[in-house]
């Protein structure tokens, strides 16, 4: 699990390698406000996912074992970067 990186750390973060989902829950109720991924071997999907990290800027690192045995980085979709990939997603 990891925290959010806003300075309340409102948010908690819970990698489930059950169900490979990201879970995003509120720290003051532990409501599920929202979740991400699903079983795959694609960028963005998970196989095995067990480990998760949050850097200051609000990246997600994730790690997964079994095998996917790898590592993934999901940007924040309001970071530059975010904005970029969700252009080129829209592109037809």
Request: hydrophobic share 35%.
């Amino acid at each position: 699990m990891a925290f959010s990186p806003d300075p309340a750390q409102q948010f908690l973060y819970i990698s489930d390698l059950t169900n490979n989902t990201l879970w995003f829950l509120n720290r003051d109720d532990g409501e599920v406000v929202a979740e991400m991924g699903n079983m795959g071997g694609s960028g963005g999907e998970c196989y095995g996912l067990h480990m998760i990290s949050v850097d200051s800027q609000g990246n997600i690192y994730t790690g997964e074992v079994q095998q996917g045995e790898r590592v993934q980085r999901f940007v924040p979709s309001n970071s530059p970067k975010g904005r970029l990939l969700q252009q080129l997603a829209d592109v037809p």
